[in-house]
């Protein structure tokens, strides 16, 4: 019960982190709320590992580099998540973007880029992004 | 629409690929150093963009609110209600539980105009279109057992 809790809130988080991010940049721009936000939430997460006193991030030098630039991602994801908002609405953007989520994550699984073990698409996940991509259809038509 | 569209499977994919990241990271490092690293990279390109594009215009913060120095911290709670998430449930049920609810709160958002967003009105064809969507995710995430592993766990 408490793990979907926090699965339920950690969605709404996310949901309302791209509603704010907009209208924090129709104040200040798209460029200065995406640095603002993740300056202050990068801050806040510091103190907490300063806080929680993990060891662990030494071992970054285990990773590969392309694998910790990840995080500079962030920017043209803030940007382009704010800039579709703008145009097409919260719940057309984050539907179309939980498609195409999932579709390329099914794509580099099912080549098992990037390390991922490869797997085989099996038909659910066909029908599952053809339900989605209706939902889309559904909502817009 | 077509833009707005494009920039979403933008972002999509982006977040896809940040995901498969992050989490090879976070097999190391654990989740606040994982945490830490990727807002604070998050900033540095932010920053280094904004100045290519807007140069000192980039500082000028006049119609700043006092709230928005505290927006990032929705960051730090998205973080810690998925980790505590998987932790309890593991990754295929979180998931599925964090995608229903990212469209729901987006429907109510648009509904209610959320932070002055343009009110989009709450019609039946709306919610039908969330609930096969939903439907959609749930057939994806858990029919068939093959998403144990790689890199279909790691999605937020």
Same mark, same amino acid.
């Given at each position: 019960?408490?793990?979907?809790?926090?699965?339920?809130?950690?969605?709404?988080?996310?949901?309302?982190?791209?509603?704010?991010?907009?209208?924090?940049?129709?104040?200040?721009?798209?460029?200065?709320?995406?640095?603002?936000?993740?300056?202050?939430?990068?801050?806040?997460?510091?103190?907490?590992?300063?806080?929680?006193?993990?060891?662990?991030?030494?071992?970054?030098?285990?990773?590969?580099?392309?694998?910790?630039?990840?995080?500079?991602?962030?920017?043209?994801?803030?940007?382009?998540?704010?800039?579709?908002?703008?145009?097409?609405?919260?719940?057309?953007?984050?539907?179309?973007?939980?498609?195409?989520?999932?579709?390329?994550?099914?794509?580099?699984?099912?080549?098992?880029?990037?390390?991922?073990?490869?797997?085989?698409?099996?038909?659910?996940?066909?029908?599952?992004?053809?339900?989605?991509?209706?939902?889309?259809?559904?909502?817009?038509? | 629409?077509?833009?707005? $569209?494009?920039?979403?499977?933008?972002?999509?994919? $982006?977040?896809?690929?940040?995901?498969?990241?992050?989490?090879?990271?976070?097999?190391?490092?654990?989740? &606040? *150093?994982?945490?830490?690293?990727?807002?604070?990279?998050?900033?540095? *390109?932010?920053?280094?963009?904004?100045?290519?594009?807007?140069?000192?215009?980039?500082?000028?913060?006049?119609?700043?609110?006092? &709230?928005? &120095?505290?927006?990032?911290?929705?960051?730090?709670?998205?973080?810690?209600?998925?980790?505590?998430?998987?932790?309890?449930?593991?990754?295929?049920?979180?998931?599925?539980?964090?995608?229903?609810?990212?469209?729901?709160?987006?429907?109510?958002?648009?509904?209610?105009?959320?932070? @002055?967003?343009?009110?989009?009105?709450?019609?039946?064809?709306?919610?039908?279109?969330?609930?096969?969507?939903?439907?959609?995710?749930?057939?994806?995430?858990?029919?068939?057992?093959?998403?144990?592993? @790689? *890199?279909?766990?790691?999605?937020?």
């Amino acid at each position: 019960m408490k793990g979907i809790l926090f699965a339920f809130l950690g969605g709404a988080f996310i949901t309302l982190q791209g509603v704010a991010n907009t209208r924090i940049s129709q104040d200040i721009g798209t460029w200065q709320a995406a640095t603002i936000t993740q300056l202050t939430g990068f801050i806040m997460a510091l103190v907490i590992l300063i806080f929680v006193r993990d060891r662990k991030w030494k071992r970054f030098k285990q990773v590969k580099p392309l694998y910790l630039a990840g995080g500079a991602f962030a920017a043209i994801v803030i940007f382009s998540n704010v800039t579709a908002i703008q145009r097409i609405g919260v719940t057309f953007t984050v539907s179309a973007m939980l498609i195409a989520q999932l579709v390329l994550t099914y794509i580099i699984d099912s080549n098992g880029w990037f390390g991922t073990i490869k797997q085989k698409i099996k038909l659910p996940q066909f029908i599952g992004i053809g339900l989605m991509i209706a939902g889309v259809v559904i909502l817009r038509f | 629409m077509i833009l707005g $569209l494009l920039f979403s499977i933008i972002a999509g994919s $982006l977040v896809s690929l940040q995901n498969i990241f992050n989490s090879k990271v976070n097999e190391r490092a654990g989740s &606040w *150093a994982t945490t830490t690293l990727v807002l604070g990279l998050g900033f540095l *390109a932010s920053l280094s963009i904004g100045l290519i594009f807007e140069g000192k215009q980039l500082f000028d913060l006049q119609n700043m609110k006092t &709230w928005y &120095w505290f927006s990032g911290l929705i960051g730090v709670g998205v973080v810690t209600s998925i980790v505590q998430g998987m932790r309890l449930l593991g990754p295929t049920y979180t998931i599925s539980i964090v995608m229903t609810s990212q469209l729901g709160f987006a429907l109510l958002g648009d509904s209610l105009g959320l932070l @002055g967003l343009t009110q989009v009105p709450f019609t039946s064809k709306q919610l039908i279109g969330v609930l096969v969507i939903v439907s959609g995710i749930l057939v994806f995430k858990l029919g068939g057992a093959n998403v144990k592993h @790689g *890199a279909a766990k790691m999605i937020s």
